[in-house]
């Protein structure tokens, strides 16, 4: 009995860590992609540049 609750509040453990890995990864992706996209805007505004 106490090997069975045991081994479901492990399994619980991973799954909130696989949560939180997940949201740091997609925070993470989401401010290189923000950086991105800034970097590319200045990249088209340089090219069409005009003196």
Known sequence: ???SSR???TQTMR???KKMSCR???G???EQKGKL???QR???MLLCWHD
Do not use: A, W
Request: charge should be positive; include cysteine.
């Open 28 to 30: 993470y992706l989401r």
């Open 37 to 39: 996209y800034i970097i």
């Open 1 to 3: 009995m106490k090997n």
């Open 7 to 9: 081994s479901s509040s």
């Open 24 to 26: 740091r990864l997609g």
């Open 15 to 17: 799954d909130s860590k």
């Open 42 to 44: 200045c990249v088209v």
